[in-house]
């Protein structure tokens, strides 16, 4: 396995880098903003699906091969303006097809990125943070510590990234990846501007042109942003539940101690009420050996299940170093799902792949540094606990 690159030591945060050496960078800007940006170059709307059209679909990030558009104006373009897209650091390919990216943000810090392939789908899980400032506690984001909001720009280039590391051709034609989910590193809710803007450039048909029922958000709860976002977008919603009762996922997920399950499923009711159409909320539930697999523990899921329109997804733990967790044996996941579906629910076991990568769900920061040692502070709380 690649041994992923240490992340700098600097801790302080990043402005966004909307601009290198006064030139705009382009990548991550609305269909509005950048008809407004020829406009203010004296040039017609039009110009702003041309550049789209070069840069999102056939993932060209050079003025100078745009042929549509007049050697005049590329020269132009090449003076006010750029595409900056993530540097990969490295770029790992799985046995069982999975690709993961680790990329370099300005600043030094890393992030990954993961693609992973289903038969005739191709998911993209993203990240919209360095780091996370949630801690759940069986998480290895969480381990890392928070460092910045990713801009609109860092995260379509994540996709950017992906789309076009298949070779050269028209994504809006051949589209190798069909579905992105919100659920590498970071909130997203907490970085919801970016986010957002970034979620609509990917289901723009000059983007894109992701479907909403394929754009996936996903929350481990922030309540406020969960009643703005169904204001402004329709996209899917996933929350990452973790635990059927408030004492459990207080401990799970520190976040429940603000916005309980009750408050957070009412939620989730409101935003499918603002729905166009019918749909269901992706539940995650990440199963841990003897802390949330119990028969009882999915019967009580079950229940407080019972009245909102729901999937589950079931994740079997995948085990990082000192998480203080294992991973429940295959009998007890299934043993786990059937009692949800003998409820009514549907309850899927999640595969896990891309694991001899760490593109794993739960591995996604791998081996990137620890910026704020909070990874090292807890361990030893870990160990001390441990009575080691």
Same mark, same amino acid.
């Given at each position: 396995?690649?041994?992923?690159?240490?992340?700098?030591?600097?801790?302080?945060?990043?402005?966004?880098?909307?601009?290198?050496?006064?030139?705009?960078?382009?990548?991550?800007?609305?269909?509005?903003?950048?008809?407004?940006?020829?406009?203010?170059?004296?040039?017609?709307?039009?110009?702003?699906?041309?550049?789209?059209?070069?840069?999102?679909?056939?993932?060209?990030?050079?003025? +100078?091969?745009?042929?549509?558009?007049?050697?005049?104006?590329?020269?132009?373009?090449?003076?006010?303006?750029?595409?900056?897209?993530?540097?990969?650091?490295?770029?790992?390919?799985?046995?069982?097809?999975?690709?993961?990216?680790?990329?370099?943000?300005?600043?030094?810090?890393?992030?990954?990125?993961?693609?992973?392939?289903?038969?005739?789908?191709?998911?993209?899980?993203?990240?919209?943070?360095? *780091?996370?400032?949630?801690?759940?506690?069986?998480?290895?984001? *969480?381990?890392?510590?928070?460092?910045?909001?990713?801009?609109?720009? +860092?995260?379509? *280039?994540?996709?950017?990234?992906?789309?076009?590391?298949? *070779?050269?051709?028209?994504?809006?034609?051949?589209?190798?990846?069909?579905?992105?989910?919100?659920?590498?590193?970071?909130? /997203?809710?907490?970085?919801?501007?970016?986010?957002?803007?970034?979620?609509?450039?990917?289901?723009?048909?000059?983007?894109?042109?992701?479907?909403?029922? @394929?754009?996936?958000?996903?929350?481990?709860?922030?309540?406020?942003?969960?009643?703005?976002?169904?204001?402004?977008?329709?996209?899917?919603?996933?929350?990452?539940?973790?635990?059927?009762?408030?004492?459990?996922?207080?401990?799970?997920?520190?976040?429940?101690?603000?916005? /309980?399950?009750?408050?957070?499923?009412?939620?989730?009711?409101?935003?499918?009420?603002?729905?166009?159409?019918?749909?269901?909320?992706?539940?995650?539930?990440?199963?841990?050996? $003897?802390?949330?697999?119990?028969? +009882?523990?999915?019967?009580?899921?079950?229940?407080?299940?019972?009245?909102?329109?729901?999937?589950?997804?079931?994740?079997?733990?995948?085990?990082?170093?000192?998480?203080?967790?294992?991973?429940?044996? @295959?009998?007890?996941?299934?043993?786990?799902?059937?009692?949800?579906? +003998?409820?009514?629910?549907?309850?899927?076991?999640?595969?896990?792949?891309?694991? $001899?990568?760490?593109?794993?769900?739960?591995?996604?920061?791998?081996?990137?540094?620890?910026?704020?040692?909070?990874?090292?502070?807890?361990?030893?709380?870990?160990?001390?606990?441990?009575?080691?």
């Amino acid at each position: 396995m690649t041994s992923l690159i240490a992340t700098s030591l600097d801790s302080q945060d990043i402005p966004e880098p909307s601009s290198v050496a006064g030139k705009l960078n382009l990548l991550g800007l609305s269909r509005e903003a950048l008809v407004d940006f020829f406009a203010e170059m004296g040039e017609k709307p039009f110009r702003a699906q041309q550049l789209m059209k070069w840069l999102y679909h056939r993932g060209v990030s050079d003025f +100078e091969q745009m042929t549509d558009m007049s050697k005049a104006l590329r020269t132009k373009l090449a003076q006010v303006a750029c595409i900056i897209v993530p540097e990969i650091v490295v770029q790992n390919y799985s046995t069982d097809g999975t690709r993961k990216w680790v990329m370099r943000m300005p600043g030094g810090s890393s992030i990954e990125t993961v693609y992973i392939p289903d038969g005739g789908r191709g998911t993209l899980c993203v990240s919209s943070q360095i *780091g996370c400032a949630v801690d759940c506690s069986f998480c290895s984001t *969480g381990k890392q510590g928070f460092n910045r909001n990713l801009t609109a720009a +860092e995260i379509i *280039g994540q996709m950017w990234i992906a789309a076009h590391s298949f *070779g050269s051709r028209d994504v809006s034609s051949e589209r190798y990846v069909t579905n992105v989910v919100f659920m590498g590193m970071g909130e /997203p809710l907490l970085n919801y501007g970016p986010v957002l803007n970034a979620s609509k450039l990917m289901m723009d048909d000059l983007g894109f042109g992701i479907g909403k029922r @394929r754009l996936t958000i996903s929350t481990s709860g922030v309540v406020p942003a969960i009643d703005q976002l169904g204001d402004d977008t329709d996209v899917s919603l996933a929350i990452s539940l973790h635990a059927p009762t408030d004492e459990l996922r207080d401990v799970l997920v520190p976040l429940n101690r603000k916005y /309980p399950i009750a408050v957070l499923l009412a939620a989730c009711q409101r935003y499918l009420d603002k729905l166009p159409d019918k749909r269901k909320i992706t539940i995650e539930y990440t199963l841990m050996k $003897d802390v949330n697999d119990s028969p +009882e523990q999915a019967a009580q899921l079950a229940a407080v299940l019972a009245d909102l329109p729901v999937k589950i997804n079931l994740i079997p733990f995948n085990p990082f170093p000192n998480s203080g967790y294992e991973r429940p044996s @295959r009998n007890a996941a299934m043993r786990f799902s059937k009692i949800l579906q +003998e409820a009514g629910h549907i309850a899927t076991i999640r595969t896990t792949r891309g694991d $001899d990568i760490d593109a794993a769900c739960g591995q996604l920061v791998g081996q990137v540094a620890d910026r704020t040692r909070r990874q090292e502070r807890w361990k030893q709380q870990h160990d001390q606990a441990a009575g080691l």
